[in-house]
Each structure stands twice: as C-alpha cells, then as structure tokens.
C-alpha cells in the first residue's frame, strides 16, 4: 500500500508564498512513477496542476500555473513538495496530491492514472 499524508495550506494574504508537502510511505513508497499535484476550486472540476515523473526527474505544469508553481521532490526522504508563489484569491482550493503505479507523460492530467491520494488541504487566499 502507499499512503500520502499532506501538510501545509491555510489561509494566506495574497501576493504571498506558499509550500505544500506530501509525505509518501508504506510498501509500495518506492515504487511509484509519478506523484502529481491536483486542486478544486469550489465548484469545479479537480483539475491537474503539476507533475513529477519519477524516473527521470521530468516536471510537468498545467499551462494555468507556469511560473508561479513548482514542484520538487526529496528523493532520499520521499516528499513532494509545491511551492506557490504570488499567490491569488483564484487559488483558493483544496490541493491533492496523487501517485500513479504507472506513468504516461501524455497522460498525467488524467486523474484515472493515479492510483493513490492524499487527504487534500484547503489554502485560502484572501484579504
């Protein structure tokens, strides 16, 4: 099994910056092709907003978050991480962050590649 526990979020001032983990365990820990970040807004659709693929250190972005987002990954402690930076009210959401078994760079903002998730954590951003 692989269990994702997610820290970080909370309610924040716009303009500023933000880091969000996800800590990976559990049998299947070490053998995970991608670990994704994914948020829903409330009252849309969950969609995919970063990607890392495990074997070979390839980052993938939703065009919607080019540079302001980035992802990183601690390979010896096994956490990713996303940083966001000049932070929005529209970035209000609940963030996830998901592994896949399986990898298709094609394919990763597909939430069916994913086999496992975290617990989500809210950030709010507002004034």
């Known amino acids: 099994q692989l269990q994702l526990v997610q820290s970080g979020g909370g309610l924040v001032d716009p303009g500023e910056s933000l880091t969000l983990s996800c800590a990976a365990s559990g049998s299947l820990s070490r053998y995970f092709y991608a670990i994704s970040w994914f948020r829903q807004a409330p009252g849309k659709e969950r969609e995919a907003i970063a990607c890392?693929?495990?074997?070979?250190?390839?980052?993938y972005y939703a065009d919607s978050v080019k540079g302001r987002f980035t992802m990183s990954r601690d390979n010896a402690e096994n956490v990713a991480y996303l940083r966001i930076d000049s932070l929005k009210p529209e970035d209000t959401a609940v963030y996830y962050c998901?592994?896949?078994?399986?990898?298709?760079?094609?394919?990763?903002?597909?939430?069916?590649?994913?086999?496992?998730w975290g617990q989500g954590t809210q950030v709010t951003v507002s004034a």
């Open positions: 998901a592994a896949g078994l399986n990898f298709n760079s094609m394919a990763w903002e597909k939430r069916s590649m994913y086999d496992y």
């Open positions: 890392f693929s495990v074997s070979d250190g390839a980052k």
